[in-house]
């Protein structure tokens, strides 16, 4: 993936320093938007990198530095966890989604949108479906017994069960090729905006420390739990576009994938987890409520966009 174009300050001075393999990282953000991609272009180090820069940045002390300010930032907009009672969890996870009020892309997207928003939209979401499940598997080693099983679990479908053709990042390139979008890792970072960046740097802020192993585990959950419904309305979105099988599978899969990771996750994954761990049972509600929380974010910036006659892209 090539490094992106800058949005401000500070990722003008991380694009630099990244090509050029040196220089001083002191340059402070400016805006959201230079925020997140700046949090995004640190965070990728740690999965496939930038093409042309060394894989040595990815533990640079400057570097580490810059990405430690940037999560304070983006903490502050997230609060903090709250004790909870770890008996509870599952209950907990199944109110805090059925309590969920957030914008109805699914909604929109079945009997709605266009055929060039539903485009718009799989190129957003591209980001993260072409990577789906790896910021959820850095929590595998992290955890033991019941709950490491369930995640490895809910992981394998994610994988297509080790066949590529099954993945459902291959699956998701069905999509892209409907609409002839580029199917590259990444190609699509520098037309999303920062609520599109944000979503997938929840993912990475939580998933890339351990002592934030329980929120990697309730965003998983809220995203489990919230994701068959919406998918089924997905999938008949595009039928109504004339999308063929090829195109819905992706969201075919998750309809029937899905129905079963809800229970894995809130009650094998997530209860389990709290009973071993129950100081990080509020760990697990927070990242649940953060991922609704910053997906209807993205879901309102989006939909405010069309509304308003406006592409959701930045280019």
């Keep these: ?21 040196s220089g001083d990282l002191s340059t402070e953000p400016d805006g959201d938007e230079d925020v997140q991609l700046s949090l995004f272009i640190c965070y990728e180090m740690a999965y496939r990198g930038w ?18 300010d940037l999560e304070q930032r983006f903490g502050e907009r997230l609060g903090r966890p709250e004790p909870a009672d770890p ?26 949108a266009t055929r ?21 598997t850095w929590a595998i080693p992290r955890l033991g017994g019941r709950a490491k099983a369930a995640l490895i679990e809910i992981q394998l479908d994610e994988y297509g069960g080790g066949v590529t053709g099954r993945m459902h990042q291959e699956l998701f390139k069905q999509t892209m090729a ?3 979008l580029d199917l590259t890792y990444g190609a699509y970072v520098n037309w999303v905006p920062a609520s599109t960046l944000a979503v997938n740097n929840l993912m990475s802020y939580f998933a890339l420390h351990r002592a934030r192993r329980g929120a990697i585990l309730g965003h998983l959950a ?10 089924r309305a997905y999938g008949n979105g595009l039928r109504r576009l004339g999308g ?31 009973a071993a761990e129950p100081e990080l049972a509020g760990q697990v509600l927070w990242g649940a409520r953060c991922a609704l929380m910053i997906d209807n974010l993205w879901a309102q910036d989006v939909l405010d966009a069309w509304a308003e006659g406006r592409s959701a892209l930045r280019q």
Excluded at 94 to 112: E, F, K, Q, T
Excluded at 262 to 274: G, K, P, S
Aim: net charge negative; proline share 5%; charged share 25%.
């Design 1 to 21: 993936m090539k490094l992106p174009s800058p949005r401000g300050p500070l990722s003008e001075n991380l694009v630099d320093v990244l090509h050029r393999g």
């Design 51 to 68: 093409d042309g820069v060394d894989d040595e940045w990815e533990w640079h002390p400057s570097l580490l530095r810059v990405r430690a």
């Design 87 to 112: 008996q509870g969890v599952a209950a907990a996870l199944a109110a805090i989604v059925a309590a969920d009020d957030g914008p109805s892309m699914s909604g929109y997207l079945r009997g709605r």
């Design 116 to 136: 060039e928003q539903f485009r718009e939209f799989v190129a957003h979401r591209s980001v993260y479906h072409l990577r789906e499940a790896d910021p959820h």
């Design 178 to 180: 409907w609409f002839d």
């Design 222 to 231: 809220a995203y489990e739990m919230t994701s068959s419904l919406p998918n």
């Design 244 to 274: 063929d099988a090829r195109a819905t599978a992706f969201y075919d899969e998750h309809v029937e994938a899905d129905a079963v990771h809800e229970q894995i996750a809130a009650h094998d994954l997530c209860a389990t987890f709290a």
